[in-house]
């Protein structure tokens, strides 16, 4: 009898439980699809931004694949660094209205340590190359601000590679 009633009274805190418990799933896939329609949006505005400031300043380049506009100035050597290179660089980052937040000369770093814009558009160029690099906020800092950069910022940077070491 013991066991009829406590098995009648877990049945019952089920009954209500598990409403909760499933608006609870519902409620976190349903949050996760909106943050990629999110992603895919901003990448959409990221894009726009992009070519409109390519236009206004009649740049000569092109778009990777994963959304970098790129004009190599000099291609420097034929070797160029890999994701596991460490890298020395001078380096300028603006953002498009032209404000600088941050410059640097002979900068060394791993290469993997850095935001995926430069990860990808620093191994365009070899020792001795310059790049200009228009930098979508996915592969810059994304929906987080860092430091003086806004969440979502497009951001670019002119780049001369100086050396690069490792594999």
């Known amino acids: 009898m013991v066991f009829t009633i406590f098995a009648t009274i877990q049945i019952n805190a089920m009954k209500k439980i598990f409403p909760a418990i499933l608006s609870f799933f519902v409620l976190l896939f349903s949050c996760s699809s909106c943050s990629k329609d999110d992603s895919k949006k901003q990448a959409e505005t990221d894009h726009k931004t992009i ?14 694949d994963s959304g970098i506009y790129y004009v ?3 291609a ?9 290179s460490t890298v020395t660089v001078d380096y300028k980052g603006y953002f498009l209205n032209g404000t600088v937040f941050d410059q640097g000369t002979n900068v060394t770093f791993p290469l993997a340590n850095v935001i995926m814009g430069w990860q990808e ?18 592969l810059a800092y994304g929906s987080t601000q860092s430091g003086s950069i806004p969440a979502n ?12 070491s490792g594999k």
């Open 76 to 84: 420097g050597t034929e070797n160029h660094p890999k994701l596991s």
């Open 72 to 74: 190599v100035l000099n």
């Open 153 to 164: 910022s497009v951001l670019g940077f002119d780049v001369s590679l100086h050396s690069f």
């Open 51 to 64: 070519e409109d400031y390519v236009n206004t300043h009649k740049l000569n380049g092109q778009f990777t």
């Open 121 to 138: 558009g620093l191994q365009l160029i070899g020792n001795g190359g310059k790049v200009t690099l228009i930098i979508p906020s996915g």
